[in-house]
């Protein structure tokens, strides 16, 4: 907060002259419409206006360009693919930000077939990845719905999970090493990708996650995992969450279980209804599993051992690749449906598993009817994206505030994977406790004594000195 | 540092009493017959002497003996099973510590199969961790030679490596959540275990591998995956580490391989001379493979696949539970044929697989002579135990240096799963980054202000104000 008094005094024009002898002045944008793009977030929900964005090309432009900033004590937002949800990667509306994009960091190096690795830049997009490693017989573990927008470098700032995180963790697990920049300009580089290495304080782990509050990431060591040549997807209608959670309980037992996401009912009438697809069974049922296996032999006995023991319901269960992809669409089609019925109010949290089945038939309670509920996600790992279509404006606060109560209650998190933004650092003490988030303080201090980087994010800031409250 | 000035000043008297109002006079312990085996690390190699070893049996009265300790300006030395190899877990020769010893935090929670995890103390001994998991069906990640002694608290302190690594990751990948108490008494909870939870900074992964240095580690979530009921075991002798490491590197792609582990000729003969067992093979080769496949099918025909285009050499596959243990033991048995010969100078490091071969083939003239030695350990991470027989007493530290700056050198970590501890804090540098190690410093100065958790380890003091060395 210490870096705030002083931006009244700051000169702009003098600023963008030195980040112009940095990155090239085609680099360095002012004008409203050119920057327009990098303060708007995906969902049009945050708004803010950067003083200005700056677009270097590699690691030391990076440093250079955050030097520059932090001796004038300007505040810089990092950003990637700007596909975040809940505030993280745009300016504030008062206009005092610079916005570092790192998108030009988009190389992709060597695949190191003989170790499973490979490095890139912050601003590699995931798909462009993903194509570049399949044809080394290889997959990198983590994949989203915005594999073509999100950046690695975003998705190690929030630490993406996605949905085969029950396999390959969230993006933490598939990181081995870092190079990153201080808010102060100085380059850490940890980029040997050594599988075993205990010297000292893992400062990648830390970074991870911690949503340019730190430091700013520019490359990335990654893991790369065998590409499963047999795979078998199913969707199945059961009678309770119950029933689908002892499916997952089972499942998990196998080696080859990828994915394990829900969806509800209500969800599926919704995405029938805007997609045109068929009904997947003759019936409709409470609640909808779907599933993958995936290894090197085919996991279609296994995963149907499974699911004939699942007690009452249907199972459809598909091969071949179009089969899988038109059995996931009823899942995959959820988001735009709920959007094309209305704009959501979008909460993204854990609930424990044994929890779960609670939370949801309470759910209704803690709305109280202040808004509609449609429910799926990445069930192994109790991970509920909560929609909300129908919020008035004026309950949105509190119906946030409600439903992350009731998530802390039952012992879950606030956050489950799109990471805390400027959306939920005011409901941060829900899952941190005052003694976490104190340390949490100090390491921020420690590595931004001067408060440069991403102020607002994760960790609240005291309201009256910034001004303008960020309104969720 | 700060902590370390008025030591003079402390009433030993005082703070037994004072601890044992919390633990109970039982478990403090100050005669010193009692408090050898706490002082003296596995290897004989570090002794130090301790003003008191305490005994606490949870984390309230860990809680209570740091804040006494914190308050009174004593170091403490957190101690588990004592296994460690780098004198991190045992007092100073000055005799300024508390040893605070968490062996008797060893309950073992409810194992929950549901989502696979299990909370233990930080006391639980990691073979009785595998006892237990085992009758669920279910197994933990992380295996090691020590595994009779080591505690969860001492490897989750060291982040310890062990032999499953290729598969399972190092312990990090294994700990879902921790509880710990900071310097000052404070507690940090998270247990909940949630998989997805990004709710700020990793404060978990802060403290793996932080050696007792930014908090006392006090229970673990820890992470626990399917047992696999077939496996395979099979020995390879190679003309050389280039073709072993082809072979690791096609094993890599099989979603089966669990271990990976190299010996060469010299480690060979003196284990078939100490323990009497037949040579594996007629001819002797320069490198031998043992490696280890397991799944829910048997994975021996896609093993036999890959070892069968191995090139010149032979292969002993074993399939029965004692014909895989009869394979291993070549393997095993180093450690104690190298004791047996003498007392060996061991270090421990990871070198680049690509650099592997030079390094191995360089190693005599980087000893030049000062020492015979024999290596082995972890090829899928090119993790390789330096064990050296006849280092004259006056050689040691000098062969220590010229081995870890050729290990830097290549682009190697100085400590692969054993950590720094005491006894490679002065060569930190070679694996960090001035830059590093000073945000290295800023992370310890913001968690332990007062500087009382095992001063001296990771982060070398100042032997001016430490008095006297602690020596290699």
Redesign the interface.
């Known amino acids: 907060m210490g870096g705030r008094a002083y931006r009244a005094t700051v000169d702009t024009d003098r600023l963008a002259q030195q980040l112009s002898a940095v990155v090239g002045p085609d680099h360095v944008l002012r004008d409203p419409a050119l920057r327009a793009s990098y303060e708007t977030d995906f969902t049009g929900r945050y708004r803010g206006r950067a003083r200005l964005v700056v677009r270097p090309a590699d690691t030391a432009q990076v440093a250079q360009v955050l030097r520059r900033c932090h001796a004038a004590g300007v505040p810089v937002v990092a950003q990637g693919g700007n596909t975040g949800l809940v505030g993280g990667s745009v300016p504030t509306p008062d206009g005092g930000e610079v916005v570092l994009s790192l998108r030009r960091l988009d190389g992709i190096g060597a695949v190191d077939?003989?170790?499973?690795q490979v490095t890139v830049g912050a601003g590699v997009v995931l798909s462009d990845l993903h194509r570049r490693v399949a044809a080394h017989?290889l997959e990198f573990g983590v994949d989203l719905a915005a594999r073509d927008s999100a950046t690695l470098g975003g998705m190690i700032a929030?630490?993406a999970?996605g949905e085969r995180?029950?396999r390959y963790?969230?993006t933490?697990?598939n990181v081995v090493g870092l190079e990153a920049v201080?808010a102060d300009g100085?380059?850490?580089?940890?980029l040997?990708?050594?599988?075993?290495?205990?010297?000292?304080?893992?400062?990648t782990?830390?970074l991870?996650?911690?949503e340019g509050t730190?430091a700013v990431v520019t490359r990335a060591r990654l893991r790369l995992v065998?590409r499963?040549p047999e795979r078998v997807t199913a969707l199945v209608g059961l009678d309770s969450l119950e029933a689908a959670?002892d499916v997952v309980?089972r499942l998990?037992?196998?080696?080859?279980l990828e994915l394990a996401e829900f969806f509800m009912a209500e969800g599926l009438a919704l995405v029938l209804e805007t997609s045109g697809l068929p009904a997947p069974f003759r019936t409709a049922y409470p609640v909808y599993l779907l599933v993958e296996c995936a290894?090197?032999?085919d996991p279609a006995e296994?995963l149907a051992g499974v699911l004939d023991t699942a007690g009452p319901g249907e199972t459809a269960v598909a091969l071949a690749d179009a089969d899988r992809r038109r059995l996931a669409a009823y899942r995959e089609r959820h988001t735009e449906s709920i959007n094309a019925a209305g704009v959501p109010l979008k909460l993204d949290v854990?609930v424990?598993?044994?929890e779960l089945p609670g939370f949801v038939a309470d759910l209704p309670g803690v709305l109280a009817g202040r808004g509609r509920p449609y429910l799926f996600g990445?069930l192994?790992?109790?991970?509920l994206h909560v929609n909300l279509l129908q919020v008035a404006a004026e309950d949105e606060e509190a119906v946030t505030g409600a439903v992350l109560e009731r998530v802390a209650a039952v012992?879950?998190?606030?956050?489950?994977?799109?990471?805390?933004g400027r959306a939920?650092a005011r409901y941060?003490h829900l899952?941190?406790?005052d003694?976490?988030?104190?340390?949490?303080r100090?390491?921020?201090?420690?590595?931004d004594p001067a408060g440069v980087l991403n102020p607002g994010v994760?960790?609240a800031e005291d309201t009256a000195l910034f001004g303008r409250d960020f309104r969720l």
């Open positions: 077939t003989a170790v499973g017989g929030t630490n999970g995180v029950v963790g969230t933490r697990a201080l100085t380059v850490l580089n940890r040997a990708g050594l599988p075993k290495d205990n010297t000292g304080y893992d400062l782990n830390l991870i996650g911690s730190l065998p499963l959670l309980a998990r037992l196998l080696d080859s290894g090197r032999h296994e854990t424990p598993l044994a990445h192994a790992e109790g991970n012992g879950g998190s606030i956050s489950a994977e799109h990471g805390v939920k941060l899952s941190r406790s003694a976490e988030i104190a340390v949490m100090s390491v921020k201090a420690a590595l994760v960790l």
